[in-house]
């Protein structure tokens, strides 16, 4: 049986220069989780208007997308 990192999967599967197996991609999609001030989400993340703008305001003011779209979703602004 072969294992492939979880991570090794992920990189692979998102981006597009491997074939991987349906069952390894799937994983991957899962796998596309992260966790910010004690919050946690995966895959990709619903923004209404509000949380969109506090999402462009937080990248322009250097933090990163994804850790903006964590905070903003949870805590509004």
Same mark, same amino acid.
């Given at each position: 049986m072969k #294992?492939?990192?979880l991570v090794a999967a992920a990189?692979?599967?998102l981006s597009g220069f491997a074939a991987v197996p349906a069952a390894n991609a799937a994983t991957a999609r899962q796998a596309d989780c992260?966790?910010?001030s004690s #919050?946690?989400?995966c895959g990709t993340?619903?923004?209404d208007a509000q949380q969109s703008k506090c999402v462009?305001?937080?990248v322009a003011q250097g933090m990163?997308?994804?850790?903006a779209e964590v905070e903003c979703?949870?805590?509004g602004s």
């Open positions: #294992v492939m990192p990189t692979l599967a992260r966790t910010y #919050v946690s989400v993340v619903q923004l462009n305001t937080s990163t997308e994804r850790r979703t949870a805590f």
